[in-house]
Antibody, heavy 116, light 110 residues
Framework: EVQLVESGGGLAQPGGSLRLSCAAS????????MNWVRQAPGKGLEWISY???????YYADSVKGRFTISRDNAKKSLYLQMNSLRAEDTAVYYC??????????WGQGTLVTVSS | QSALTQPASVSGSPGQSITISCTGT?????????VSWYQQHPGKAPKLMIL???KRPSGVSNRFSGSKSGNTASLTISGLQAEDEADYYC??????????FGGGTKLTVL
């Protein structure tokens, strides 16, 4: 089981930016497929982005063009650059490793609040 | 992508069995054998309980089982215990490296 620790959440203004980070504990991080999944307060889960071990990248329509996923395998870290933030982006953001098309390992989450 | 449809709530008494349904479309549940189920206790991160429709990860109780028929997947919990009270989410791979979740079901153990 890989340990994942998110950071970088906080308060941002509408139209503003935030960068989330996720640190992994495993040396084999470079081979992992990684995702960001979010959960608005009191709501369900929403998959928003994927980056594979081969650096192929995909986004949900709700964040495409505004969010950018990236990774630094040397630092065993995953990132999410969030621009043009909206109130509806308010959520807990989870860093998640997927395996066999299921979300196997989850971080503890970091809360992003978008409000003026 | 529209969310998968789950009942908002289910309940059962200790020792009983309950089933949570998850209905999708031909574009997700009906096309792929990659339905997964997650348990989430309040304030905690979700935990993978079932993958590929019916497989249990190591460490998950065999009281949890999954199945699929057509566009509907199901999670059954047998021998209900107090600690099973939580929110449960289904998720399906939807092609082109995208996933869709269900809206979640709150399980109450009476």
């Amino acid at each position: 089981e890989v340990q994942l620790v998110e950071s970088g959440g906080g308060l941002a203004q509408p139209g503003g930016s935030l960068r989330l980070s996720c640190a992994a504990s495993e040396l084999s991080f470079s081979s992992y497929n990684m995702n960001w999944v979010r959960q608005a307060p009191g709501k369900g889960l929403e998959w928003i982005s994927y980056i594979g071990g081969g650096f192929n990248i995909y986004y949900a329509d709700s964040v495409k063009g505004r969010f950018t996923i990236s990774r630094d395998n040397a630092k065993k870290s995953l990132y999410l650059q969030m621009n043009s933030l909206r109130a509806e982006d308010t959520a807990v953001y989870y860093c998640v490793r997927d395996r066999d098309y299921a979300f196997e390992d989850w971080g503890q989450g970091t809360l992003v609040t978008v409000s003026s | 992508q529209s969310a998968l449809t789950q009942p908002a709530s289910v309940s059962g008494s200790p020792g009983q069995s309950i089933t949570i349904s998850c209905t999708g479309t031909n574009n997700d549940v009906g096309s792929y054998n990659f339905v997964s189920w997650y348990q989430q206790h309040p304030g905690k991160a979700p935990k993978l309980m079932i993958l590929e429709g019916s497989k249990r990860p190591s460490g998950v109780s065999n009281r949890f089982s999954g199945s699929k028929s057509g566009n509907t997947a199901s999670l059954t919990i047998s021998g209900l215990q107090a600690e099973d009270e939580a929110d449960y989410y289904c998720c399906s791979y939807a092609g082109s490296i995208t996933w869709v979740f269900g809206g979640g079901t709150k399980l109450t153990v009476l």
